[in-house]
């Protein structure tokens, strides 16, 4: 029941709402306004969902049986799925691997792991090359294009928007009690202090809500306008998609795992929430130690700004370096890499997981360092 | 007055500003040290181009006659002489079968080359070469700029579409020799640095001063400050002091990241044109580049200004922080979009912006910021609480 009055305080700040609703705004703006091309990936959808997403032969044959258009589509289509070839194949991701850590300079124990991650990724690839892989649909030509705009942009603009509603509002949460005078009303009650665990688990759950709110309307602008319906069960490893980094240019975009499309964006969308999650609980542990919610957000705001800085500060040779790449504002930055090997950036294979569970347990302890210093705090 | 100080003190919180002093420094770490790095360190040949332009600055002054051109171009020899020196010096060009100068130019017209010749090719430029090569890049770069100037302009004039006024600035440029000016192809590092500076300009400002309001009606403060002799003519007051907050907090962001800028080593040409023949960029009107910086910090100031004049309208609305900076965010993008997307894009250049745009998007911030705050202000006086 308390939890569902503090879920009651969010609702009722109007501000909160104003927020999201400019946030929405933004986001379909700029899906509308952006210059998609889509007419082509819709077509390339279409034959997906006729022609399924292996590119065999009878994929041949099947867009061979599709009508001419005006436009080219299926000429182009036809064209560089006949040229498609398994990427994978000989593809050497070892020496990419040395290539990162050459950059670095980077001797002794980092190397060894970055080696090593390297290594274990050689043999993922060389799997990925018995299965053939790469021999699938996606977008065709507009894949580079497309999943930089779904994972890079869309998802970037998402996970930003969420992560500043996460903080203000968990935030707004805990120092409500302080703004409305109802601090020793509050914890004077049979609940207590206790009543922070469900602000806590309050916060949490309202900062999830509002990235769905966020996420469905704009997701659904995005998909409404790119049909991705025909190649959901694409692999995301597509021979026509690529990563980029200036160190080895375009490569193969490589996971740890084989994806489909779908399961790529709900993995994505899985390490957002987690994402999320986690700065609202960061948001909390401050929230708890500072009475002043003002400055609280600023010091979430300086402590990502640091994490974003520190690894410039401190070089690839160590492992500084590569732990503050593990932090929530970080792996937002490097969103377009989440489950491949995260190339020089990243020291750790499964960076994304890692870097959420490091967060979340570095977040709770100081939340419970937060919290017990909150119950022995004279309030009057 | 001594009202108007009292609010200014609670503006300027030592909390506060100290986070505001760590958030310049990330800030400054993050988004404004890689263009002074980039104008006098890293970007080749540009950083030994801005060179040869601070040599000719020294020897020539602010423009470079024809004849002094041509006593300039004496400087090619000598850079020839050198790179020549290390060649017959380092084993590398040997190994290449590279003898002299004469071989590195060939080699540069042959895309197929080996990997000692490759090798070769780029050692020339750099450190242990004293960037020899890119040096002499530089000066034929400044020598086909300066001779075939009047060629570009007119590819400019026939290609680029330019409105009637912009063609005659054009010809102006060339009629009243404003291209004799050395300055070199910094704008575009310079531009950028004063765009992120009113960035930051406009959200330091907005965190000083916009708590102010809202933190005296969360403490329901206000009803005592209209119940004193003051009365509503506080807010008049708090008006004032953010407006000079504002101002005075850009004033010391100036001088801080302008003596950062000083690093670039770019300050001396601040009496040039900047319509010169080494640059691609020509504005609306005759400009120094000091003049440059002096719009760009204008800029600055208005949006800081203006913004803070409608922060305080967005504090009046609020009644707690977290609520207040729920509003503050958008805003800020807001401002950031007009600034970074329109006004700081290239402001006064032809081919790219509107004198009229640049300007007039701002005074109209300026002029809604504060006629707002002005109607909030006088809404507030009227309102029963």
Redesign the interface.
């Known amino acids: 029941m308390v939890f569902l009055y503090e879920l009651k305080k969010l609702a009722a700040t109007p501000a909160l709402w104003g927020f999201i609703m400019l946030c929405v705004a933004f986001n379909c703006f700029i899906t509308i306004t952006q210059e998609s091309g889509a007419g082509y990936p819709n077509f390339v959808s279409s034959v997906g969902k006729t022609a399924g997403t292996t590119l065999d032969r009878s994929f041949q044959e099947m867009l061979a049986a599709f009508p001419d258009d005006a436009d080219g589509f299926k000429a182009a289509l036809q064209t560089e799925t006949a040229d498609a070839r398994d990427v994978f194949e000989n593809y050497d991701i070892i020496e990419i691997g040395e290539r990162y850590i050459g950059v670095h300079n980077a001797d002794g124990k980092i190397a060894e792991i970055f080696r090593n991650k390297y290594a274990d990724m050689q043999t993922h690839v060389d799997s990925l090359a018995a299965a053939d892989e790469s021999m699938s649909l996606y977008f065709g030509g507009g894949t580079y294009y497309l999943h930089q705009s779904l994972f890079g942009d869309v998802f970037g603009r998402l996970l930003m928007e969420s992560m500043l509603c996460a903080s203000l509002l968990t935030l707004l949460l805990f120092g409500y009690e302080r703004s409305h005078n109802t601090e020793l009303t509050a914890y004077s009650s049979k609940t207590g202090r206790r009543l922070l665990l469900t602000k806590l688990s309050a916060s949490i759950t309202a900062s999830i809500i509002a990235f769905g709110l966020l996420a469905i309307v704009s997701l659904g602008t995005y998909f409404t306008l790119n049909d991705f319906s025909g190649i959901w069960r694409s692999s995301v490893s597509s021979g026509f998609n690529k990563m980029h980094d200036l160190i080895a240019g375009m490569r193969p975009f490589t996971t740890w795992r084989s994806f489909t499309v779908l399961g790529y964006f709900l993995a994505c969308t899985g390490i957002s929430i987690g994402i999320v999650a986690a700065i609202s609980l960061f948001s909390a542990a401050v929230g708890v130690f500072l009475r002043n919610t003002y400055v609280g957000f600023m010091i979430v705001v300086l402590f990502n700004a640091l994490c974003v800085v520190a690894p410039i500060a401190f070089s690839g040779r160590t492992f500084i370096h590569y732990i503050f790449t593990l932090s929530p504002i970080y792996l937002w930055g490097l969103r377009i890499r989440w489950f491949t090997d995260g190339s020089a950036d990243t020291l750790w294979k499964n960076f994304e997981l890692l870097g959420l569970a490091a967060s979340g347990v570095l977040f709770l302890i100081l939340y419970l360092t937060a919290n017990k210093h909150f119950a022995r705090r004279d309030l009057s | 007055m001594r009202i108007l100080l009292l609010e200014m003190k609670k503006i300027w919180r030592g ?2 500003l100290l ?1 505001v002093a ?2 310049c420094g ?2 400054s ?2 988004f404004m040290d890689f263009y002074v790095g980039h104008i006098s360190i890293t970007d080749h040949p540009g950083a030994e181009t801005t060179e040869l332009a601070g040599y000719m600055l020294d020897h020539y002054g602010a423009t470079l006659e024809p004849d002094e051109f041509d006593e300039f171009m004496r400087l090619r020899p000598q850079f020839v002489a050198e790179a020549n020196q290390y060649i017959a010096e380092m084993p590398v060009f040997r190994d290449a079968g590279i003898y002299n100068y004469d071989d590195i130019v060939v080699l540069s017209q042959n895309l197929e080359r080996s990997e000692a010749e490759e090798r070769a090719y780029w050692v020339l430029g750099m450190e242990q070469c004293n960037y020899v090569g890119y040096r002499i890049q530089a000066i034929d770069s400044i020598a086909e700029n300066y001779t075939s100037f009047g060629t570009r302009i007119n590819t400019m004039l026939y290609d680029e579409p330019l409105t009637a006024s912009e063609q005659i600035r054009v010809r102006e440029i060339v009629s009243l020799k404003e291209y004799y000016s050395v300055f070199p192809d910094i704008i575009e590092y310079t531009k950028d640095y004063f765009k992120y500076l009113a960035v930051l300009c406009v959200l330091t400002s907005l ?1 000083l001063t916009s ?1 102010l309001v809202t933190l005296d009606r ?1 403490r329901k403060m206000n009803q005592l400050q209209y119940a004193s002799a003051t009365g509503r003519g506080i807010l008049t007051r708090q008006l004032f002091a953010t407006l000079i907050s504002s101002l005075l907090l850009t004033l010391i962001l100036f001088v801080i990241f302008g003596l950062l800028f000083t690093r670039a080593g770019t300050m001396k040409f601040l009496r040039c044109d900047i319509n010169g023949f080494i640059g691609n960029s020509f504005t609306h009107i005759p400009i120094t580049y000091g003049g440059y910086i002096g719009v760009l910090l204008v800029l600055s100031l208005v949006a800081a200004i203006a913004s803070s004049a409608l922060a305080f309208v967005f504090s009046r609305f ?10 503050l ?2 805003f800020f ?1 807001a401002v950031d979009l007009v600034s970074v997307l329109l006004v700081f894009n290239r402001p006064l250049m032809i081919g790219t912006s509107n004198a009229l745009t640049d300007f007039g998007l701002y005074a109209i911030l300026l002029f809604i910021g504060v006629a707002v705050a002005a109607l909030a202000l006088r809404r507030e006086r009227r309102v029963d609480i």
Not at chain 2, 318 to 327: A, E, G, H, P
Request: glycine letters at 0%.
């Open positions: 909390r506060i986070l760590l958030l990330l800030y770490v993050l965190i708590p969360a609020s009644d707690s922080l977290v609520t207040l900076i729920f509003k965010i958008p993008v």
